[in-house]
């Protein structure tokens, strides 16, 4: 227990499937004697039913725990979904974004995580899946710009940690650093994690957003499609070009035996920059925005 004012408030959020111990642990080397660690348990299993009552539930605690404290400094960290219930509580709570001096997205599907498709396959919103299937990177670079922001991910195999790919966690605003061959479950409580942490933490500053080039304003573009989501690359072999561009980047499609159709983005030398995928009632949208690239490309070369 901290026994005098805390040097910082540490709020250490844990995600679904998953109760508040590994990432409690992790907060708990992380701060200092003097440091108010609240990592709330939201249960394991009301982390399968709806993200509402969670994301109430964290902000329910955060506006007590502020109403004694409102001058101490805060830190925040979330693993996968506890750093989306972050995004939505600080989104709800612009006032305290003064007061918040690191946010740490650990693992977390900001761009819609691909396995809520497998639950929630036409984008209904069913359940947990249709608020992990959300694309919040809006709401996430608006935070980012006053607030400074880290992103961690995890490879184990060359586009995902195991359970969401490495594209969902970026988003421009933030700094992003990649781990490899540490798992979707690793990340919560692990030294390298710790040490990125610390700093981030001696440095916390906004990032810089660089300015956009032809590759980024595409990716940009792509996920605007409502529904699509950002995808393993381990497919893009399949693809086949549809457009190529003076410059050498190429826009490729590939449908799989199930009927999902993918897109990928690939540079001069045939490397994937980008993919992504749309259910069956989000293909006529990825049709569309295809065309009009195709149509805008074709109208500048005239030009």
């Not at 990592?39 to 506006?63: C, K, M, Q, Y």
């Amino acid at each position: 227990m901290v026994s005098e004012a805390p040097d910082f408030i540490l709020f250490a959020q844990h995600g679904w499937a998953d109760t508040h111990k590994e990432i409690a642990t992790m907060a708990k080397i992380l701060a200092t004697p003097q440091t108010l660690i609240i990592a709330p348990n939201l249960g394991w299993f009301r982390t399968w039913l709806r993200i509402e009552p969670l994301i109430d539930r964290v902000e329910e605690i955060a506006s007590q725990i502020l109403a004694t404290y409102p001058d101490t400094p805060i830190r925040i960290m979330g693993h996968s979904m506890g750093g989306l219930i972050w995004l939505e509580v600080l989104s709800r709570h612009p006032e305290w974004w003064p007061q918040v001096e690191s946010f740490v997205l650990i693992a977390s599907p900001v761009g819609g995580a691909d396995l809520a498709r497998f639950f929630d396959p036409f984008g209904m919103g069913i359940g947990i899946a249709g608020a992990l299937g959300v694309n919040r990177r809006k709401m996430a670079k608006l935070i980012a710009k006053t607030i400074p922001t880290l992103v961690i991910a995890g490879d184990i195999d060359g586009g995902s940690d195991g359970t969401i790919t490495v594209e969902t966690t970026k988003f421009g605003e933030a700094k992003f650093v990649s781990l490899l061959n540490l798992h979707h479950a690793k990340l919560k409580n692990h030294p390298a994690v710790v040490d990125i942490i610390r700093e981030f933490w001696a440095n916390p500053v906004i990032t810089e957003c660089p300015p956009p080039d032809f590759v980024s304003i595409l990716i940009e573009r792509l996920q605007s499609i409502p529904g699509i989501m950002d995808a393993h690359r381990r497919d893009f072999r399949r693809a086949k070009t549809c457009i190529t561009f003076p410059n050498g980047l190429t826009i490729r499609t590939w449908r799989n035996p199930l009927g999902v159709d993918h897109v990928f983005i690939a540079d001069c030398d045939g490397q994937c920059l980008y993919s992504g995928f749309v259910g069956l009632i989000h293909v006529a949208a990825l049709r569309k925005v295809l065309k009009e690239i195709q149509e805008e490309f074709q109208n500048r070369d005239e030009g």
